[in-house]
């Protein structure tokens, strides 16, 4: 057999479209990564980096460690050590250096290392950690990654003045940058989907003879007959603001001191419009102990034992428009929580979730480790990433905080709570420690979640969140 190579086809002529280049990837060398490292890259919110703490971050496909030092400078450094690869924001911060938690080499905020415990004395001064200019300006904190000097600061100087940058809360989305980018300066986009007060409830859903809208942001329509909230992100920028309080209805309320719903709802009832609730008041009762996690124990909480709790359990897996309607009309028709939890129906749906409850009870008792008062449990390959949070204090009635490990097909998570019944108060902020490492969540409960394949750093983080709690 010969095998005859084509001839080039020299009638045609090969360009590079602009539109071949791709501008999306912006990994080291690439088109769109040497564009981009031109430029001041803002990273983070300064309220999020307090002073002495240091976390990890990546920008552009690189990571990198983020670190504020005593005197306020933050700084980007390599994400880790030259000496043997340990990840720097697992350290200490120390004045303006930081720290190498494994051998205990530190450098300062040039990057020079200043310190080696065990090495010969003069040896330091051979060594240097990779740094990256990193100033502050209204509100956000900025790094250079490029090559050279990088171009002047602020990157905006034009808007300086006081208002017109209001810097966001930062999140992760995950997605391109470009496809941001592209979302946000879709003009028809913007204006469309994200109108004031209506991204959360479209104008189209209220279309019913009456509209109420309960424990979700308020609306700018004139369609919104009712609303209750007590989140204080009910009400949201200037316009819902004056929206709701140019409101005459004597419908609307938002009262952020509420812990629940249920019973802002049940109080406006009874003393603005005189409606005693009592035929609900065990519905009432329980909705606001749900709501506010307001569980009598840690036993109560994982028995599942009280007809609220199975209704609960129920919802949570199957609570469709289908399932509901029905029921809250039986509701409101004055049914019981009891009456409703033993129709033989929900009976048939509530058994496979207990069981499931009780497995999962026993693998967290099987893997469960408890040291100075930090309950520590891995989950991944059990088949069960989701649980009922209170069950390491069930288990551990002394424990004071709970970390949790857990992996599913779509993310690694690592899970941080308080104890709300532990002898012992809380000293931690959970949101502050888990912000360290690039999660959030509130004062007594947090989380940080990561890549599907990320499974060993969320191993790891969890060990750096429970040596932290297990201090003081
Ligand atoms: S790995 Fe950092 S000091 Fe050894």
């Not at 720097?88 to 938690?101: A, K, N, S, T, Y």
């Not at 000097?149 to 602020?154: D, I, M, R, S």
């Not at 490492?437 to 060993?456: C, N, P, Q, R, T």
Request: hydrophobic share 40%.
């Amino acid at each position: 057999m010969t095998l005859v190579e084509p001839k080039a086809d020299t009638t045609r002529v090969s360009r590079v479209r602009a539109t071949d280049v791709d501008i999306a990837t912006t990994r080291p060398g690439t088109p769109g990564g040497t564009f981009m490292r031109q430029f001041w890259m803002a990273l983070d919110n300064s309220t999020n980096l307090a002073p002495g703490r240091a976390k990890p971050i990546r920008i552009m496909s690189e990571n990198y460690t983020l670190y504020r030092g005593a005197s306020g400078k933050a700084q980007v450094i390599a994400q880790r050590c030259p000496h043997r690869g340990a990840m720097m924001h697992l350290g200490w911060v120390e004045d303006d250096d930081i720290r190498c938690v494994y051998h205990g080499w530190k450098y300062d905020c040039t990057g020079q290392c200043i310190e080696q415990p065990a090495e010969e004395a003069g040896y330091n001064r051979k060594v240097k950690i990779a740094t990256y200019p990193t100033r502050e300006h209204m509100g956000l904190i900025f790094a250079y990654f490029g090559e050279g000097e990088p171009p002047a600061f602020p990157p905006y100087p034009e808007s300086a003045g006081e208002g017109l940058i209001d810097p966001w809360p930062v999140y992760q989305v995950p997605c391109n940058y470009l496809q941001c980018f592209e979302n946000s300066m879709d003009e028809v986009h913007v204006a469309f989907a994200h109108q004031p007060g209506g991204s959360h409830v479209p104008e189209k859903i209220l279309s019913g003879e009456i509209n109420a809208v309960v424990d979700f942001r308020y609306s700018v329509s004139d369609k919104l007959g009712w609303w209750f909230d007590h989140h204080l992100s009910g009400l949201v920028g200037e316009e819902e603001r004056a929206h709701f309080a140019a409101d005459r209805s004597g419908q609307k309320f938002f009262d952020p001191s509420y812990g629940s719903c249920s019973k802002l709802v049940a109080d406006v009832a009874r003393e603005r419009f005189g409606v005693e609730l009592d035929v609900h008041a065990d519905l009432v009762h329980w909705a606001h102990v749900i709501d506010t996690a307001g569980f009598a124990s840690a036993q109560q909480a994982v028995e599942l034992s009280a007809p609220a709790l199975q209704l609960m359990t129920v919802i949570e897996a199957h609570g469709d428009d289908a399932f509901l309607a029905p029921r809250i009309a039986r509701l409101a028709a004055g049914a019981s929580v009891a009456e409703l939890v033993s129709e033989p129906a929900l009976q048939r749906l509530l058994a496979p979730l207990i069981e499931r409850h009780k497995v999962t009870c026993d693998v967290i008792k099987a893997r469960a480790v408890e040291r100075d008062g930090v309950v520590l449990f891995d989950l991944a390959g059990s088949g069960d990433d989701r649980y009922n949070k209170f069950i390491p204090y069930w288990l551990y009635p002394q424990s004071r905080y709970c970390v949790a490990v857990s992996a599913s097909r779509t993310r690694s998570k690592v899970s941080v709570g308080s104890n709300p019944w532990a002898p012992v108060p809380r000293t931690h902020n959970i949101a502050e420690l888990c912000a360290r490492f690039g999660g959030g969540g509130h004062a007594v409960v947090g989380a940080v979640s990561l890549k599907a394949d990320e499974l060993e750093k969320a191993r790891l983080i969890a060990q750096a969140i429970v040596s932290e709690l297990t201090v003081g």
